[in-house]
């Protein structure tokens, strides 16, 4: 069923968002980054992306990435890699600290998702969104499938939750 008030938020929102890119690993690089490659196309063709980087799983240099990306007026982070449950994966203890509003249903959604393709596998996942400074971070695993799933589930709605994080 369709709402009325949700198509129209969606027509007074603009397609004109700024976006950035984190992948967080350390083992890969820019010629090895097939997620941050696929995020960045789908990016490319409906938004603006302004920055994209890859740093080590530290903590650090995630919250200084994501500030300097605040800093440069991007409208929307997406993060990939770090989510799981090893002691490296530092995505979501760091941006949740941040937040100023969750967006929960993404996680919720993605885990769904997932489970539907990958079974109780799913279970690993702690892919987490929200608010800090009107930014939206979006923080998904690191696999190239991942990484679809999650943008399946937001790409067309991003105009949308950036109108409600601005106000």
Do not use: W
Not at 30 to 43: A, C, P, T
């Amino acid at each position: 069923m369709e709402s009325k008030t949700t198509k129209q938020h969606q027509k007074e929102s603009s397609n004109d968002i700024c976006c950035g890119i984190i992948t967080l690993s350390d083992s890969r690089n820019i010629k090895e980054d097939l997620s941050g490659d696929y995020i960045e196309k789908e990016i490319k063709s409906r938004y603006n992306l302004k920055s994209r980087e890859i740093i080590k799983d530290e903590k650090d240099e995630l919250l200084k990435s994501i500030n300097d990306m605040i800093d440069k007026d991007i409208d929307v982070i997406l993060t990939n890699g770090g989510t799981g449950l090893s002691k490296r994966d530092i995505t979501v203890e760091s941006v949740e600290e941040l937040f100023e509003k969750k967006i929960d249903g993404f996680g919720e959604i993605f885990r769904h998702e997932s489970y539907l393709e990958i079974g109780s596998g799913a279970l690993l996942s702690r892919a987490t969104a929200g608010v800090y400074k009107n930014c939206c971070i979006f923080s998904m695993p690191g696999s190239p499938n991942a990484v679809k799933t999650a943008l399946n589930i937001i790409i067309d709605e991003l105009p949308h939750i950036v109108h409600h994080a601005k106000k």
